[in-house]
């Protein structure tokens, strides 16, 4: 069962993963490590396992699914980490007021 739009979330360093469907959302939840499955990780399980069941709607297992995606701060931004990591490092590098000198 296909959702109407996948969910993009970021794994890794900068890679994007898009969950399409019910059972790539399942596969992707069995993936997750048991140390860090918690309430909202067991919402989401249930939540595709009741519309696997035909108890809820796709489109209700698909928002408990980006509702876990966001509070494990998996969503995807559109922005690549390592980049953003290397232009706040150079943001910061650089004050007001100051010259930039080579060491």
Same mark, same amino acid.
């Given at each position: 069962?296909?959702?109407?739009?996948? #969910?993009? /979330?970021?794994?890794?360093?900068?890679?994007?993963?898009? /969950?399409?469907?019910?059972?790539?959302?399942?596969?992707?939840?069995?993936?997750?490590?048991?140390?860090?499955?918690?309430? /909202?990780?067991?919402?989401?399980?249930?939540?595709?396992?009741?519309?696997?069941?035909?108890?809820?709607?796709?489109?209700?297992?698909?928002?408990?699914?980006?509702?876990?995606?966001?509070?494990?701060?998996?969503?995807?931004?559109?922005?690549?980490? #390592?980049?953003?990591?290397?232009?706040?490092?150079?943001?910061?590098?650089?004050?007001?007021?100051?010259?930039?000198?080579?060491?």
């Amino acid at each position: 069962m296909k959702f109407d739009a996948p #969910v993009a /979330i970021a794994v890794g360093a900068g890679f994007k993963r898009e /969950i399409a469907s019910l059972a790539e959302m399942q596969n992707f939840l069995k993936e997750w490590s048991p140390a860090r499955r918690g309430p /909202i990780y067991e919402t989401a399980v249930r939540a595709c396992n009741a519309a696997r069941a035909g108890h809820l709607t796709v489109d209700q297992a698909r928002r408990a699914f980006i509702s876990f995606a966001e509070v494990t701060g998996m969503m995807w931004t559109g922005v690549d980490p #390592v980049t953003a990591l290397r232009e706040a490092k150079s943001a910061r590098s650089i004050r007001p007021g100051t010259t930039r000198h080579p060491h």
